[in-house]
């Protein structure tokens, strides 16, 4: 049995930042989920729809991973990362920083992981590991899973060596806080950027602003295109308000980040961000209700109505990230 001691083992709304912010706060730096969120430029968007998908996708947030990339590196921060074809390896390389006394994140399936509430394979879930006995790993996920939780070894190592959609190589990470860490405050700005850049100037039209107008013409087909709306719909608007999004897709965790901002750094155009991204949360939960109820009611209208509001979000959306990308 392996335990790491001094661990705050809080869950928050997120799986990357709940994993981030265990490990952070282990070397000593204790910051909000908003700001982990928005200090690695976490908000994107993509709609995707192909062959073989059962339904389309809606994401609000970077692929999975890219978000602790970004964090460490505008931090300056050291993130050592391990990935392995070999289970017996990749074993290794998680019990050696828990043996030495430090909490390690993990990027796995899901679906295999024993108190796990929504049984869908989702190979981009990220949790924190604290310890370990001959039975159980002893993990940190979100709120909504139970905060401190404990999974099977043989089903964690099944969640690690599961490939398809968004998976990792068995992948293991720490992250150390230098000595001369810079004041995240003075990082705040760098991260706005970025991610308004992206945002504004995606390299395919699924992405970013242009992503929510895509949306916003496929939404209103939704009962056309699902085989089963009265389960696809509910579902797709969970994922947009309550599975892991912190909210309206995201957009509160990065309202809530910009209204952090606000506090240190005297800017108008962060101000305008912040309000337009206060209106956009609120559009996104009204989305999210609509989309509901037309799977329930099978009223196409809902839909109708679900892609007005997103042709308003796709502006509000860019008005707002030009706003932050002048900051």
């Not at 992405?207 to 056309?224: D, F, M, S, T, Y």
């Given at each position: 049995?392996?335990?790491?001691?001094?661990?705050?083992?809080?869950?928050?709304?997120?799986?990357?930042?709940?994993?981030?912010?265990?490990?952070?706060?282990?070397?000593?730096?204790?910051?909000?989920?908003?700001?982990?969120?928005?200090?690695?430029?976490?908000?994107?968007?993509?709609?995707?729809?192909?062959?073989?998908?059962?339904?389309?996708?809606?994401?609000?947030?970077?692929?999975?991973?890219?978000?602790?990339?970004?964090?460490?590196?505008?931090?300056?921060?050291?993130?050592?990362?391990?990935?392995?074809t070999s289970p017996r390896k990749a074993w290794q390389n998680v019990a050696e920083p828990i043996d030495g006394?430090?909490?390690?994140?993990?990027?796995?399936?899901?679906?295999?992981?024993?108190?796990?509430?929504?049984?869908?394979?989702?190979?981009?879930?990220?949790?924190?590991?604290?310890?370990?006995?001959?039975?159980?790993?002893?993990?940190?996920?979100?709120?909504?899973?139970?905060?401190?939780?404990?999974?099977?070894?043989?089903?964690?190592?099944?969640?690690?060596?599961?490939?398809?959609?968004?998976?990792?190589?068995?992948?293991?990470?720490?992250?150390?806080?230098?000595?001369?860490?810079?004041?995240?405050?003075?990082?705040?700005?760098?991260?706005?950027?970025?991610?308004?850049?992206?945002?504004?100037?995606?390299?395919?039209?699924?992405?970013?602003?242009?992503?929510?107008?895509?949306?916003?013409?496929?939404?209103?087909?939704?009962?056309?295109?699902?085989?089963?709306?009265?389960?696809?719909?509910?579902?797709?608007?969970?994922?947009?308000?309550?599975?892991?999004?912190?909210?309206?897709?995201f957009r509160n965790l990065y309202r809530d980040f910009l209204a952090e901002c606000v506090q240190s750094i005297?800017?108008?155009?962060?101000?305008?961000?912040?309000?337009?991204?206060?209106?956009?949360?609120?559009?996104?939960?009204?989305?999210?209700?609509?989309?509901?109820?037309?799977?329930?009611?099978?009223?196409?209208?809902?839909l109708v109505e679900a892609g007005s509001v997103l042709h308003e979000l796709a502006r509000i959306e860019r008005?707002?990230?030009?706003?932050?990308?002048?900051?």
């Amino acid at each position: 049995m392996a335990m790491v001691e001094g661990v705050d083992a809080r869950g928050m709304r997120h799986c990357e930042t709940t994993a981030l912010g265990v490990l952070l706060r282990h070397e000593g730096l204790d910051l909000s989920e908003p700001m982990l969120f928005g200090l690695g430029s976490g908000l994107s968007f993509i709609y995707w729809d192909g062959k073989g998908m059962g339904f389309p996708f809606l994401g609000g947030r970077v692929k999975p991973f890219e978000l602790t990339r970004n964090l460490t590196a505008v931090l300056g921060l050291e993130l050592l990362v391990r990935e392995t074809t070999s289970p017996r390896k990749a074993w290794q390389n998680v019990a050696e920083p828990i043996d030495g006394g430090r909490p390690v994140g993990l990027q796995l399936d899901s679906y295999h992981l024993d108190y796990f509430s929504t049984k869908a394979h989702f190979g981009g879930h990220i949790v924190a590991m604290y310890g370990y006995d001959e039975h159980d790993a002893h993990l940190v996920d979100t709120a909504p899973q139970g905060g401190a939780v404990s999974t099977g070894l043989a089903g964690l190592a099944r969640a690690r060596a599961e490939r398809g959609p968004m998976t990792a190589r068995h992948r293991s990470f720490t992250v150390t806080v230098p000595g001369g860490l810079p004041s995240p405050e003075t990082r705040i700005v760098p991260a706005i950027k970025t991610c308004a850049d992206t945002f504004l100037n995606p390299p395919i039209a699924n992405l970013g602003h242009r992503g929510v107008e895509k949306a916003a013409r496929q939404v209103p087909k939704w009962l056309r295109r699902s085989g089963n709306p009265e389960e696809d719909l509910p579902r797709a608007a969970a994922l947009m308000e309550r599975a892991g999004t912190g909210g309206a897709l995201f957009r509160n965790l990065y309202r809530d980040f910009l209204a952090e901002c606000v506090q240190s750094i005297d800017s108008g155009h962060l101000r305008t961000g912040h309000r337009l991204y206060a209106e956009a949360a609120a559009g996104w939960t009204r989305v999210a209700a609509l989309v509901e109820a037309a799977g329930e009611s099978g009223d196409a209208e809902r839909l109708v109505e679900a892609g007005s509001v997103l042709h308003e979000l796709a502006r509000i959306e860019r008005d707002a990230m030009r706003a932050l990308s002048e900051v």
